[in-house]
């Protein structure tokens, strides 16, 4: 009993697994001799599993027919059996089968057919790239190996050209110019060669073999794949997205030919295309290099060597040298040699060399050497020498030698040797032969004098804490930073609530520093403050300039103590005098100038502890 389970499960999982193989493709065995053609297509329907649809007048099943083929696909038994006069098409678990009319006029193009089969194991070899180099006609083999292409008959030469990927090229050259079959056979790759070496090509004459003797029982099939992964070098968040970009766009059998093909590149003058599957390079055009290329919507090509424009978008596998534009995006993943614009985004794997404009976003992982200018972000992960400019971002990962202008971001990873201009921060390891102007600048040591509401630089700049007294305050704490030769003040005083004083003070102001001796510096300062009151029913503009002289004299390696005295001038639109100074040493009583501000000026002194470098 449980042999005959076996046998049973046995039998059903075999004829499951030629059911999932199209008819066409099934492997089989015949034996026919001296026999009517009705009872020899009866004997293949029966070795195939499956069911013949034809009309009975148009193939007379009287006629005799011996034919004797071991191992062979259903397609290949057909074409033996009626010496291609009969069209087979495969519906279902059905096989059709309409005679060919044979008319006298001289037919325009040939069909050439066949298997691509492993030479060491007969196994055949799905997903090979047979192409013709002249017409760039090309297909794909199918999961069982067959491939079909349509020739023209004009051509006085045609040859056959196929890859896949761990095989050695082939080239078949085809000498008939009637419907036949050419079944190819391909030697395994012995070692793996590098990108840069070329492939090994064997070329055969068209000898119209079939495959007899030799064919594997089991297809080989290989997964899809999505895009071109021998060439690509990162795994990025943008190189995920470019990849999705071209997957998005480019066929499954476009795909494979950039696989299959790695090593083959075609060069065209011009080519114009609606679409990369629509277009006068055909299903090969990520192969071909154009000279001139116009894309109505959206291009897809290996390189371009002069001039492209796209309606949409043109993606372009290697390099672009000339001029390159789009409505939408240009991606490309080689460098880039000229001028590159983009009504939205520009992306390029490699270099730039030139211009590099978008209306959003640039991005090259590699150096720029030009212009690369957008209206929201640039970025680059090499190095920078030229300009960039752009709204919002602007980012280098390496070096910049040249200038950075953007509207709220500059970032240098590390050192920059020109300027750095931004509306809001700035960011760079070194800069030299220029500075840094934004609100905000950041380096690690700076050559020039950066310009800005605050700065830092960590090595060699002026960085100062200090809690001091003066005359109107009881306390002040104030931060300076930036350099020696002009420094940023931030300050807040607070009187603790003396009678006529006001309840803060806050300011800014700006100051240079000389050395007089290794431990002393001779300080310049003037700074704004505005006195806040709270208490008062209208709060009218109450302001202070302050011009100090300070000296400054080193206490420990961080510790100084900074004194010195400051003349001071008091604005006020309200009808209060001006605030409570102890000391009071007035220069100026009270005054009223053309815009009706009171006014008074005085004498005052400063006093603090500072920390810093």
């Known amino acids: 009993m449980r042999y005959l389970i076996n046998l049973f499960f046995l039998l059903l999982s075999t004829s499951l697994m030629a059911q999932s193989v199209p008819p066409l493709d099934r492997i089989i065995s015949v034996d026919i001799r001296n026999e009517k053609m009705e009872s020899a297509l ?32 259903v397609r290949e038994v057909l074409n033996r059996l009626f010496q291609r006069q009969v069209t087979v098409k495969s519906r279902g678990n059905h096989i059709i089968l309409v005679r060919v009319d044979v008319t006298d006029e001289t037919p325009k193009n040939f069909l050439v057919d066949g298997y691509v089969l492993d030479e060491q194991t007969g196994q055949r070899i799905a997903q090979a790239s047979i192409f013709e180099k002249t017409t760039l006609a090309s297909t794909v083999s199918n999961p069982f190996g067959y491939y079909q292409l349509r020739l023209p008959t004009s051509r006085p030469s045609l040859r056959l050209d196929v890859r896949k990927q761990d095989y050695l090229g082939e080239t078949v050259i085809i000498r008939s110019r009637t419907p036949h079959s050419v079944s190819i056979r391909m030697r395994p790759q012995p070692i793996p060669l590098s990108v840069v070496e070329p492939l090994p090509v064997r070329v055969t004459e068209d000898t119209t073999r079939t495959a007899e003797a030799s064919l594997a029982m089991v297809p080989v099939e290989t997964p899809l794949p999505a895009v071109d992964t021998t060439e690509k070098q990162t795994e990025s968040v943008v190189d995920r997205g470019m990849a999705g970009v071209t997957k998005l766009f480019v066929s499954a059998q476009q795909a494979i030919h950039d696989i299959n093909l790695n090593r083959d590149t075609l060069y065209r003058d011009w080519q114009v295309s609606f679409l990369p599957t629509i277009g006068t390079n055909l299903r090969l055009s990520g192969r071909i290099s154009n000279r001139f290329s116009v894309n109505m919507l959206v291009g897809y090509s290996f390189g371009t060597r002069a001039f492209e424009l796209g309606g949409l978008m043109n993606i372009v596998r290697t390099n672009v040298e000339g001029f390159q534009a789009a409505g939408l995006a240009n991606v490309i993943g080689g460098k880039v040699t000229g001028v590159q614009l983009g009504g939205l985004f520009n992306h390029t794997n490699q270099s730039v060399r030139g211009v590099q404009a978008a209306g959003l976003i640039n991005t090259v992982i590699d150096s720029v050497k030009g ?148 431990r ?14 709270f208490d008062r029913p209208s709060e009218e503009w109450n302001s202070q300039l302050r011009f100090s002289t300070l000296f400054e004299t080193k206490l420990t390696s961080h510790v100084a103590l900074a004194f010195g005295p400051s003349v001071n001038w008091y604005f006020t639109k309200d009808d209060y005098a001006r605030p409570f100074l102890k000391p009071s040493i007035p ?17 005052g002194f400063h006093v603090g502890l500072r920390y810093g470098k």
């Open 42 to 73: 009866r004997q293949i329907s029966q070795a195939g599993r499956f069911e013949f649809s034809y009309n009975p007048v148009r193939i007379d099943g009287a006629t005799l027919v011996t034919l004797r083929l071991v191992n062979t696909p």
């Open 371 to 518: 212009l690369q200018m957008a209206g929201l972000i640039n970025f680059a992960r090499g190095d920078v020498q030229g300009a960039q400019v752009a709204g919002l971002l602007n980012i280098a990962t390496k070096s910049v030698r040249g200038v950075q202008v953007v509207g709220l971001i500059n970032y240098a990873h590390q050192d920059v040797v020109g300027w750095q201009i931004a509306g809001i921060l700035n960011r760079a390891r070194t800069v030299t032969k220029g500075s840094q102007i934004g609100l905000i600048n950041v380096a690690d040591s700076l050559g020039g004098v950066p310009i800005g509401l605050i700065s830092y630089v960590r090595k060699g700049g002026f960085f100062r804490i200090e809690a001091g007294t003066d005359e109107l305050n009881l306390l002040n704490v104030s931060l300076r930073t930036g350099v020696r030769r002009l420094y940023n003040i931030l300050t807040a005083g607070y009187s603790f609530e003396r009678e006529g004083s006001p309840r803060m003070t806050a300011g800014y102001g700006l100051g240079t520093a000389f050395g007089l001796s290794p």
């Open 520 to 533: 002393t510096l001779l300080s310049l300062e003037g700074t704004y403050h505005h006195h806040f009151y």
């Open 587 to 603: 220069i100026l009583s009270e005054r009223n100038d053309v815009f009706g501000n009171r006014y008074w000026g005085w004498l």
